[in-house]
């Protein structure tokens, strides 16, 4: 009996040390309905298997451990209580790899929700790797672990290292792959609109990505200042904002928590997200004035190359 429950103690230690935790960050649409998430994992072209019901660990954040020999997954959120099945008991899955979705995580540990694919049941989304400092810890509660904290000063919350995108529908295009025209430098963009969109009145998403990336968390309008100049962006947001037609140059702004604020006016004591250098206030003096700005905000003259900001412009001077 002792070799047995040696034996026994042994195979769950080797169990323990090739465990992996896979995070999920997911959004309130996700969530919707009170779903639940499990894991369908395998490797290479072996047979998957189901995992437990993922646990929430703090807001949007969940886990669960799986065999660590396993390299392969897919997300699927379905009704509590029931057993997930891919046709009675699937309420919306990640995209699989043959409908281009990113499967293998290799050292990579949690996957960012995105957005749901149109008119379908599969979302987008990429892998990452999960940090407790940025995503909450496990032993945080749901409300992120923040009560005692003082949130009230965010002027140097401002971002971290991600890229941004303006997409939606505006000028006549739905913007659903921006490009580098869409695209904020250091927290700034300035889009000509050729007029107001009666319809959509400026369905903008704010595209969240890693470096280098174009797939990322969407973020969109949840409430707007009394003056309309400045809007905060959640990532499961309702609301369309409209703009008038003319030229605006965009100011984000990264909140305490999961939001944004997008503004049409550089906001007072804050910082862009991924600013560098001079405060925007600074950059913004440029506006209407001829003065050439570079991006740290400093003062150029006509013999600069590279990127310029002239009367609210980005235009770049070979």
Known sequence: MKKIFTLFAIMFAMMSLNAKTLYLKTTDAWEEGNAQTAVWYWQGDGTGQWSADMTKINNHIWKVDIDGTFDRAIFMRHEQGKTPDWNSNNWGQTKPADEGGVVEFGSNDMFIISAQVPNTNRWEGSWSVYDSNNNGSDNDDTNGGNSGDDNSGNSGNTGGDKDYFLKGYFNGK??????????????????????????????????????????????MASQYTEDGTSCTLVPNGQEKWGIQQGTVTFYLYKDDGDSYTLSIKPIEGRQTVDAVGADVEEVSKSRNTGIRYNLLGTPVDDNYKGIVIVNGKKMLVK
């Open 174 to 219: 739905n913007i659903e792959t921006p490009t580098a025209d869409e695209q904020f430098e250091n927290g700034m963009l300035t889009i000509t609109f050729t007029g107001k969109e009666p319809d959509t009145k400026g369905y903008f998403f704010i595209l969240v990505c890693d470096k280098g990336q174009v797939i990322g968390e969407q973020y």
